[in-house]
């Protein structure tokens, strides 16, 4: 049986001296949670799976800040790390991966250009390819419904799920379930999935957007969204087919550590790494 995993994700803004760790609720509501590194090295020690770097606030003049980050967390954090926010090329991506990044994460720059997702599979191999998907509900009109998306029936009522990209700013009319498919089929190792509607809110995993896309893919999915309490991560495993949790504000603002997450789950039977 496979593991569980937890994943703290790191939500970067480097438009400050030496960067800083962010969290909002739905996208907004930026408030400041620590130091990159030193939560990176707080989340190791307490026995994190994996980490990943969102980079909130990417240009061309950050970047070599966000490989300075990197670079400062891998020589002390032996976890594998996934870094994303900006990534638009393979050059960029080789430029992380040299910085001691172990996956990247794209979402905007393979929407707008799906064949990036067969090239990083094909340079760095599919296992060091994250595509994330930030997906927000959106509810039937009619009973005629929408053509060219799959309808989920939910407990508030049908709809579909639909992508945005440049940090949630945007809607680009493509329906989450489908475009998982898509990525699979072009290469992509693992699926980043976060929830709009459930971002910062500690409501809990929406639960029917992780069944929906777990369920007709083969790769990895990490849940993100909504975790509030360690029962939120034991209902997004034991209730989905999510192989990774991924959480934020409650590990930066000390409500649980990591280490107290995986006990838990071990005593509800979910088979974590402890």
């Not at 910062?200 to 029917?208: C, P, Q």
Request: charged letters at 30%; a negative charge; glycine letters at 10%.
């Amino acid at each position: 049986m496979l593991t569980k995993r937890i994943i703290p994700c790191l939500d970067c803004d480097l438009g400050v001296p030496g960067g800083r760790v962010v969290k909002g609720i739905e996208f907004k509501q930026i408030k400041s949670a620590g130091i990159p590194w030193e939560l990176a090295a707080k989340y190791d020690e307490q026995g994190a799976d994996e980490l990943v770097f969102l980079d909130i606030t990417a240009s061309h003049e950050r970047r070599e800040m966000m490989a300075h980050v990197i670079e400062k967390t891998a020589s002390d954090v032996f976890i594998p790390l996934t870094v994303g926010g900006g990534i638009q090329s393979i050059d960029d991506a080789r430029r992380v991966f040299n910085a001691g990044a172990d996956k990247v994460s794209v979402n905007t720059a393979a929407v707008k250009d799906p064949e990036l997702v067969n090239e990083l599979a094909e340079r760095f191999g599919s296992q060091a390819c994250v595509v994330a998907i930030d997906a927000k509900r959106k509810y039937l009109r009619s009973e005629e419904g929408e053509h060219g998306v799959e309808i989920i029936d939910t407990k508030e009522g049908k709809c579909w799920f639909e992508c945005s990209f440049y940090g949630g700013r945007k809607f680009t009319g493509m329906d989450a379930v489908k475009w998982a498919v898509e990525i699979e089929d072009r290469g992509a190792g693992e699926i980043l999935l976060t929830s709009m509607d459930r971002d910062g809110t500690k409501d809990g995993f929406d639960l029917e957007l992780t069944s929906a896309i777990c369920e007709r893919v083969n790769i990895p999915v990490i849940a993100s969204g909504g975790c509030g309490t360690p029962s939120h991560i034991k209902d997004v495993f034991t209730l989905t087919d999510a192989s990774a949790a991924l959480a934020a504000s409650i590990f930066h603002y000390g409500e649980y550590t990591v280490r107290e997450i995986k006990q838990y789950l071990k005593e509800n039977g979910v088979h974590v790494r402890l």
